[in-house]
C-alpha cells in the first residue's frame, strides 16, 4: 500500500512538472519580442575597407555594425569572463547566477553582483527597460529565455555588440572604440578591452571624457578579476594599470564628406557605401588644403581631385578646406561648381591642331596684336613675342596664338572634343565664341581632371568613377595618339614652380578672367590631379594667378601622392620628331584653312589709291602707297613693270597716259596686291 501511494505521489508529481513545463514553454513561446533587427549608422568605405564617414542613426546615436569576428577576441573573453562566464551554457537565464546574487543579497542586506546574463542585458537594452524594478526583471527573464529559442549565440553577442551603451550618444563596442581609442576594435590592448568592459555597467558615471578617475578604477577592477579568471597574467595586468584613460573624445571620421554625401543621397537604401578613395591619401590631401588656404583670408578655398587615369578611378577628393559652414562655404563641393577654366583648355586646342594637320610642336606662329572681328584679345601680360613656336606659345600660355588657332578649327570642333571627353561645357548664347579657348565656357574641377586623364591616356576618354566595383567602360577617342603625347611632351617640359622638384611632371596652370579661378592641372604616366583655387561664391581674388597659388599645391599633392612620378609614355611610331627646318612646306609656318582665299595679316596691300576711285595724274607721276609686305616693291601697271626694287613705300609712277589702269605691286616675298583706278 505505501510503495503503491508512493508511486502515485510520484507520478502526479511528474505530470504536474510536465504539465507545469508544458505551461512554461507556452508562456515563453508566447512572449511578444521587440524588433530584434538593429538600426545601425550608414557607413562610407574606402576602397580597402577603411572607415571614411559614418552617419548617426535615426535618434543621433553612433552606432556602428559590428560582428563577433571583428573584434578583438580578448575583449570577447575578458566580456564573457567578468558578465556571464556560463553565457554559452545557458538557456538565457544562468539560474546558478542568480540563486549566488540572491543568498549574497540576503547576507548582506545589500545587492553585492548581479545575476543578469549577457541575454538579459540584451533584452533590457532592445525594450530599454529598468534593473532595478521586480517587475523589469522578471521581464528581462522572460524575454532573455525567448531570444535564446529564436537568436544563436553569435547573435545575442552581436545584438549586445550594437546596443552596449558607452555614455552620452555612443552605443556598440565600435562607437565606442573609434570615439574613445581613434581606431577600430579588432586591436585592442588590455586596458583598452577592459575600459569597454567596464563602462557599461554604468555608461554615463564612467564616462572616461566627463569621469576619467572613475573610469579608470573600474577598469582596474576588471583587470583584476582577469588575472584571477586567467585571462591575463599578472605582467599584463600590471602594464594595463599604466596605461593612461583618454580624456576627450575623438572625432569620427569625415574624409571624403561631400563624396560622401553624394553617395548616400544617390543611394539612399544601401547602409554601407564602397567608394573608390583611398583614406591615407584622402586625409593626406585634406590636410593640404587646409594648409593651402591658411593665412590667405577668411573666404578662398580650394579643391583637389586625384584619379588612376589607367583605370578611371578616382583616389581623393577634396571639395573644399573644411567641411562646414565659414565664409569659405565648406559645404559647397567646388569638384563639381561650374567654373572658367582660365588657360587650362588650351592643351586640348593645340591637340586639335595638330591632329587636324594645321600645325606642330614646331610649325611657327605670330604673336602680335590681332583683331578677329570685332574681338581683339590680349596676352595676359600684355606683350608680344612676334613668330615663336607653336611649343613655345602654349608653354608662356600665349592668347594671340590659340584665338588663331581656334577660329581655324573653328569653336564647334572645340566643344565637340569636350563632350567626346565627357565633359558638360555650359556657355553664354546658343554659339561659342573664339572666348571658349580663353576661358569663356563653364566646367567643373571633375571635367576638367577626366579632359587631362583623355591626354594622358593617348587621346582616349574613360569616364571617372567614385564607386568601388562601378562599371568602367572605354570612352570616345577625343584626339590621335600622336597628338595627345605631343601636348603631353610640350607641357612636360614646363619649369615647376620656385621649390618644387624637377621632374616631368605634364601640367597646365590657368587663371580665369578677373582673378576668380586659379588652376592647375597635370599627369605622370599613371595619376592625374587637378587643384582649384578661389572663392566659393565667384567674386575676384586679387593677385591670384594659377601659376603661383595652385601649382604649388598641384606639385605637393604628387609628392602625398607619390614618391617618385611615373614615367610619361615614349612617343608613337607614326611621331614627326624634326626640327622647324625638317618639316614639310605647310606646316613651317601656321596658316589656317581659309590662308589661300584670305591674305596673311602681313601681306602687301595697295594704301593709295583706294579701289575704284579716281586719282589725277601730276606732272611727277601718280603717287602710290603700300602697306604690309617686305621691301624692295615693284610696281606694274596693267602688268607692265614702272618702277622696279624701290625701297621706300611710297613712290611716284610715271604713266603713259590716263583712263583705267590696274596697278599691281610684289614684295621681296612674291606676295601681289592690287587696285584698279581712273586717271585723269
Do not use: C
Not at 410 to 435: N, T, V
Request: a positive charge.
Amino acid at each position: 500500500m505505501i510503495r503503491a501511494r508512493w508511486l502515485f505521489a510520484l507520478a502526479l508529481g511528474l505530470w504536474l512538472g510536465a504539465l507545469g513545463r508544458d505551461r512554461f514553454d507556452a508562456f515563453i513561446a508566447a512572449t511578444i519580442l521587440p524588433p530584434v533587427a538593429v538600426e545601425t549608422s550608414v557607413e562610407v568605405l574606402d576602397r580597402n575597407g577603411t572607415l571614411l564617414r559614418a552617419y548617426t542613426v535615426a535618434d543621433g546615436r553612433w552606432r556602428l555594425a559590428l560582428p563577433p569576428d571583428k573584434v578583438d577576441p580578448l575583449y570577447l573573453r575578458m566580456l564573457v569572463a567578468y558578465e556571464d562566464k556560463r553565457f554559452r551554457d545557458h538557456p538565457g537565464v544562468d539560474v546558478r547566477s542568480m540563486a549566488r546574487a540572491l543568498a549574497q543579497a540576503v547576507w548582506n542586506g545589500r545587492v553585492v553582483s548581479g545575476g543578469s546574463t549577457l541575454t538579459m542585458q540584451v533584452a533590457r537594452l532592445l525594450e530599454e527597460g529598468t534593473t532595478g524594478q521586480v517587475a523589469g526583471k522578471f521581464r528581462q527573464m522572460r524575454v532573455a529565455l525567448a531570444l535564446e529559442r529564436r537568436l544563436n549565440k553569435d547573435q545575442i553577442l552581436q545584438l549586445y555588440l550594437h546596443l552596449a551603451p558607452f555614455g552620452g550618444n555612443l552605443e556598440g563596442v565600435r562607437a565606442a572604440s573609434i570615439s574613445y581609442f581613434g581606431k577600430e576594435p579588432a586591436r585592442l590592448t588590455p586596458a583598452e578591452a577592459a575600459l569597454l568592459v567596464a563602462i557599461p555597467q554604468s555608461p554615463e558615471t564612467r564616462r572616461p571624457d566627463r569621469a576619467a578617475d572613475r573610469a579608470e578604477a573600474a577598469r582596474d577592477r576588471v583587470l583584476a578579476r582577469m588575472v584571477g579568471a586567467g585571462v591575463i597574467d599578472a605582467a599584463e595586468a600590471e602594464a594595463a594599470l599604466r596605461e593612461p584613460v583618454p580624456g576627450l573624445r575623438k572625432a569620427f571620421p569625415a574624409l571624403a564628406p561631400h563624396l560622401a554625401d553624394r553617395a548616400r543621397a544617390e543611394q539612399p537604401v544601401l547602409t554601407t557605401h564602397r567608394l573608390t578613395i583611398d583614406a591615407t591619401l584622402q586625409k593626406a590631401l585634406q590636410e593640404l588644403a587646409v594648409q593651402a588656404v591658411e593665412g590667405r583670408g577668411e573666404q578662398l578655398q580650394v579643391a583637389i581631385l586625384v584619379a588612376d587615369h589607367a583605370s578611371g578611378e578616382i583616389l581623393a577628393s577634396v571639395g573644399s578646406a573644411g567641411y562646414q559652414a565659414d565664409l569659405r562655404q565648406g559645404f559647397v563641393d567646388m569638384t563639381r561648381a561650374l567654373r572658367s577654366p582660365g588657360s587650362t583648355l588650351k592643351p586640348l586646342v593645340y591637340a586639335l591642331t595638330f591632329d587636324e594637320g594645321l600645325g606642330h610642336p614646331e610649325t611657327m606662329i605670330e604673336d602680335r596684336p590681332m583683331a578677329f572681328g570685332t574681338y581683339a584679345p590680349q596676352n595676359f601680360d600684355r606683350l608680344y613675342r612676334g613668330t615663336i613656336r607653336l611649343r613655345e606659345a602654349l608653354q608662356l600660355s600665349l592668347n594671340i596664338p590659340v584665338v588663331q588657332l581656334t577660329e581655324a578649327l573653328g569653336p564647334a570642333r572645340l566643344i565637340s572634343a569636350m563632350e567626346k571627353a565627357g565633359m558638360r561645357p555650359a556657355f553664354p548664347g546658343d554659339q561659342p565664341g573664339l572666348a571658349i579657348a580663353l576661358g569663356g565656357v563653364g566646367v567643373t574641377l571633375t571635367d576638367m581632371v577626366q579632359l587631362y586623364a583623355a591626354l594622358a591616356r593617348g587621346g582616349v576618354a574613360r569616364p571617372l568613377i567614385w564607386r568601388l566595383g562601378a562599371e568602367t567602360i572605354e570612352g570616345q577617342r577625343v584626339v590621335s595618339a600622336v597628338a595627345a603625347w605631343q601636348v603631353g611632351d610640350i607641357l612636360a617640359g614646363l619649369a615647376p614652380p620656385p621649390g618644387a622638384p624637377s621632374n616631368r611632371l605634364a601640367y597646365k596652370t590657368g587663371t580665369s578672367y578677373g582673378h576668380r579661378d586659379a588652376w592647375a592641372i597635370g599627369y605622370d604616366g599613371r595619376h592625374v590631379v587637378g587643384v582649384w583655387m578661389g572663392r566659393a561664391d565667384g567674386t575676384p581674388v586679387p593677385g591670384a594667378f594659377g601659376a603661383d597659388v595652385a601649382a604649388p599645391v598641384l606639385f605637393q599633392s604628387f609628392n602625398r601622392l607619390k614618391r617618385r612620378l611615373d614615367p610619361q609614355p615614349a612617343a608613337p611610331a607614326a611621331t614627326l620628331l624634326v626640327s622647324n627646318a625638317e618639316l614639310p612646306q605647310p606646316l613651317k609656318r601656321f596658316r589656317s584653312r581659309m590662308a589661300a582665299f584670305v591674305p596673311a595679316a602681313d601681306a602687301p596691300a595697295v594704301a593709295f589709291p583706294p579701289d575704284g576711285t579716281e586719282v589725277e595724274l601730276l606732272p611727277a607721276g601718280l603717287k602710290v602707297r603700300v602697306t604690309g609686305g617686305t621691301g624692295p616693291f615693284t610696281w606694274l601697271a596693267d602688268g607692265v613693270p614702272v618702277l622696279i626694287a624701290a625701297d621706300s613705300r611710297e613712290a611716284m609712277l610715271a604713266l603713259p597716259g590716263t583712263g583705267f589702269v590696274t596697278l599691281s605691286v610684289i614684295d621681296a616675298e612674291g606676295r601681289s596686291a592690287r587696285t584698279s583706278v581712273r586717271v585723269h
